[in-house]
């Protein structure tokens, strides 16, 4: 048996909660393009909520309202995805170099070492959303894609100290899809995240002439959907290839029943495996439609030129499940069939607890419990002169919520039986991922000038933490530390109707050294979670840019 087909399956399965791991990448953008007005203040709002967007920001701004207003915002974002792969000195794998995706060299010329490397670049096609109800994940052109208009409501009645208000939002909307070829593949082909507030029942209340107080409730809808490639660039698949090429090679085309029994039946399969090959693919879906939180926000103004305001968002608890279906290449089962098929083989994955024969296909049915973390902000807003304000907020987020991803399948198979042998907390039909995320801390800074009457000039900076160890850095989860910079500009219509444009652009930069991340390219025998550049040098640079225009008005 080729100890070396344990492991394209535990990839496999690994690879499932690496996509959940994409979704951490985005929730690692939280606060991104909610409010038009509070993106181009860098989110340094906490004391100053943008309009009926206070439901996210500080549920107590909502009781400055009053009338009935309605918001309509409409935002663009876009997504750059780039990343790097390249050879260091020495590069190989158990003896093998001509790894496809940094040798230059023509494939399968004979030769199992690389005459040339290259620097291979991965980049993304344009954005995947994953459509609720028809439950399949669509491929939007190349370009931006748009969200809107997103609708917000609020009604003060006269002479009360309540107001009352709901909203329509993005707290998360990430999605790409990649060319077929690309050899970022194995990081994902087709990836969608979604996270819709539609609907937001707040109340906000007026203490007093300096105190305000608020809460809101969130119902959202959350959907995580991948399609990827795997393979497993690892010694024991280098050693399979060495037996496959070395061992087996004389005996090519032979029906040896001594040879199936004495090598455990290795050199059947007319295809074998090994740390370059693709192995599988998987195509999962997962969703719930009803997720909810809820909002608490506190803010004090005790004068116009001074405010201090506290938010705190709960976590959200969710339940997802959907589809898997899991594609087994011709190597990964012709190796796998191959051993089972000889009484030898069969006997030794029988004690493994290993089925003897794998399918071209698995599906099923999967479930996953995810919590989104909890966040705390609190800011100060100053005003030096009449024209000009100075925001500062603090963010906390408590990331250390995902110290692992457990997946659950409805059945045991062949894959869960591989993973279970590998993955500590893992069973037949649970695989657990380790993350190790780490809460975060960091400040936001924001700031305004009136120009005229009419017109506001606003900037903003944020610079983030990485919620990320080094060691679990991967091109999947490309937003590590990151710089967000913004501006816009507010225009006061008439006395009851403003407009809000804006722009933003968040970046992050990584570099991951081989041998550094397990979630990436570590070495060893003993690397059995999702790791599919082993022995290369990894860089990854994500940029997200967003615009934005809000309407804002009474009726």
């Given at each position: 048996m080729k100890n070396n087909d344990k492991r394209p399956a535990l990839r496999l399965l690994a690879a499932a909660c690496g996509m959940m791991a994409s979704a951490a990448s985005a929730q690692l953008a939280n606060n991104i393009a909610i409010d038009v007005k509070a993106m181009s203040m860098g989110h340094a709002v906490t004391a100053d909520p943008p309009g009926i967007s206070a439901i996210h920001f500080n549920p107590a701004g909502l009781a400055k309202l009053d009338g009935r207003r309605m918001d309509l915002q409409f935002v663009g974002a876009d997504f750059s995805l780039e990343s790097e792969f390249s050879a260091p000195p020495g590069y190989n794998v158990f003896g093998f170099s001509d790894d496809p995706v940094v040798c230059d060299d023509v494939p399968n010329d004979g030769v199992d070492f690389?005459?040339?490397?290259?620097?291979?670049?991965?980049?993304?096609?344009?954005?995947?959303?994953?459509?609720?109800?028809?439950?399949?994940?669509?491929?939007?052109?190349?370009g931006p894609l748009i969200a809107g208009p997103l609708?917000?409501?609020?009604?003060?009645?006269?002479?009360?100290?309540?107001?009352?208000?709901t909203a329509t939002y993005l707290p998360l909307a990430a999605g790409f899809y990649r060319d077929e070829d690309d050899v970022g593949n194995y990081m994902g082909e087709r990836v969608a995240l979604e996270r819709i507030t539609y609907l937001s029942p707040s109340i906000g209340y007026q203490v007093n002439d300096e105190l305000y107080i608020g809460a809101s409730i969130g119902m959202s809808y959350q959907a995580i959907a991948l399609e990827q490639d795997f393979r497993a660039p690892n010694e024991l698949l280098g050693f399979a290839r060495v037996i496959d090429e070395s061992i087996c090679a004389p005996f090519e085309g032979e029906s040896n029943v001594a040879l199936d029994l004495i090598l455990f039946g290795i050199c059947r399969p007319e295809e074998g495996l090994g740390p370059f090959k693709n192995m599988a693919s998987l195509d999962v879906a997962m969703d719930q439609r009803f997720s909810p939180s809820y909002n608490l926000g506190i803010l004090w103004e005790p004068n116009d030129r001074f405010a201090w305001g506290a938010t705190w968002r709960s976590a959200a608890k969710t339940h997802m499940k959907g589809d898997y279906k899991i594609t087994y290449s011709n190597a990964a089962r012709e190796t796998i069939n191959g051993i089972g098929g000889s009484a030898t083989g069969a006997l030794a994955l029988a004690v493994l607890g290993i089925p003897s024969y794998v399918g071209e296909e698995e599906v099923g049915r999967v479930s996953m419990d995810l919590t989104m973390p909890a966040t705390f902000q609190t800011g100060i807003k100053i005003k030096p002169t009449e024209r000009l304000q100075f925001n500062v907020d603090a963010v906390w987020a408590d990331y250390k919520e995902w110290d692992a991803f457990n997946i659950v399948f409805d059945r045991s198979s062949a894959v869960l039986s591989l993973a279970r042998l590998f993955s500590p907390g893992s069973t037949p039909t649970?695989?657990?991922?380790?993350?190790?995320?780490?809460?975060?801390?960091?400040?936001?800074?924001?700031?305004?000038?009136?120009?005229?009457?009419r017109i506001q000039l606003r900037a903003g900076y944020e610079p983030r933490a990485s919620a990320i160890p080094d060691d679990r850095r991967s091109p999947m989860v490309p937003i590590n530390e990151a710089r967000y910079y913004s501006l816009g500009m507010g225009y006061k219509w008439d006395k009851d109707t403003d407009i809000d444009l804006g722009i933003g652009m968040l970046q992050s930069k990584d570099e991951i050294p081989a041998n550094i991340s397990c979630a990436a390219n570590c070495t060893g025998i003993d690397n059995v979670v999702y790791n599919p550049y082993a022995g290369l040098d990894i860089k990854t640079e994500a940029t997200v840019t967003m615009v934005g225009l809000a309407f804002r008005t009474k009726f």
């Open positions: 690389c005459r040339s490397f290259k620097t291979a670049t991965s980049t993304v096609e344009g954005i995947s959303l994953y459509v609720p109800f028809v439950n399949d994940t669509v491929d939007l052109p190349p609708p917000a409501f609020s009604i003060r009645p006269a002479g009360s100290k309540f107001t009352f208000a649970r695989l657990s991922y380790p993350l190790n995320f780490q809460s975060t801390w960091n400040l936001a800074f924001g700031a305004a000038y009136d120009l005229t009457g």
